[in-house]
């Protein structure tokens, strides 16, 4: 009986070390991971003092964060905003005002679907790109080069792009959020009984002029972590073809978690003062 017992004694006293040394290793990996992110934050901030390196990039990663998203955001924003107030309208129950229709459209798409899609779709194109410009100057050792030419590549690559995510995300969320409101508008007047009348008037109906810069806080939020998440994956890309497409796949990911992560906890933290 004694000689059947000891096996599996063994074997637990074997598996209790390992399993304590690979918790051990996880928790070490994430305050590692947490401390290289920081220490990068940290290298931002130090490149922000030189402006002559960053200032004539800027404009040009805008215009490629901003100008020529539009298209993308502008046709998944009016889609949005016509199917939420098409949908809307047939929800209703008999005695319902019609008005109900701008007002529930006005409220999803500004305090949700407006800063989420456009900060969701900004991950999957500009991050995507972001993250791959950089990586490949890093397998290619530009970054070295650019080190050897005495410039900083925190405040010649990444500082240009946080400042353009930082800038042009609020502004196509505010665009977004117009067009959705405004083919929301057609499509229920086009297609369903609801007039005209009707849907302005939900639109004013318990309007607060903070349900806006919830919104641009939100963007504020999502374009800034777009830019931090995928130029710091860029940036530590490991060598070869491989290493640019892994981290490209990682970039996109971990920006889309948090930015969900952050708009729940945004929610969470400032939906009380949207009440009317």
């Known amino acids: 009986m004694s000689a059947a017992v000891r096996p599996s004694d063994g074997a637990l006293t074997g598996i209790i070390p390992r399993f304590f040394a690979r918790v051990a290793r996880i928790t070490i990996g994430i305050f590692r991971e947490i401390g290289q992110r920081v220490h990068f934050a940290g290298e931002i901030g130090r490149a922000f003092g030189e402006p002559r390196t960053w200032a004539p990039l800027t404009v040009r990663q805008m215009r490629a964060i901003g100008v020529d998203s539009l298209p993308l955001v502008g046709i998944v924003a009016a889609f949005i905003g016509a199917v939420t107030a098409y949908q809307t309208t047939y929800q209703l129950f008999p005695g319902v005002q019609l008005s109900v229709v701008g007002w529930i459209t006005r409220q999803s798409i500004v305090l949700e679907l407006g800063p989420l899609l456009t900060a ?157």
């Open 120 to 276: 969701l779709v900004l991950a999957g194109r500009v991050g995507a790109r972001m993250t791959a410009e950089i990586g490949t100057m890093r397998v290619t050792e530009q970054i070295d080069a650019l080190e050897t030419l005495a410039y900083d590549p925190v405040a010649y690559l990444v500082v240009p792009r946080m400042l353009a995510g930082l800038t042009m995300v609020p502004l196509l969320t505010i665009l977004a959020i117009g067009i959705g409101i405004s083919c929301g508008a057609i499509t229920v007047v086009s297609a369903t009984r609801v007039r005209l009348a009707d849907y302005n008037a939900g639109l004013h109906l318990t309007f607060i002029p903070f349900q806006i810069y919830y919104a641009l806080i939100k963007a504020t939020l999502f374009g800034t972590s777009i830019a931090f998440i995928c130029s710091y994956q860029g940036y530590i890309t490991e060598t070869g073809a491989e290493g640019v497409g892994r981290s490209t796949a990682r970039a996109v990911v971990i920006s889309s978690v948090v930015i969900l992560l952050l708009d729940a906890l945004t929610a969470l933290y400032l939906a009380p003062k949207l009440a009317p």
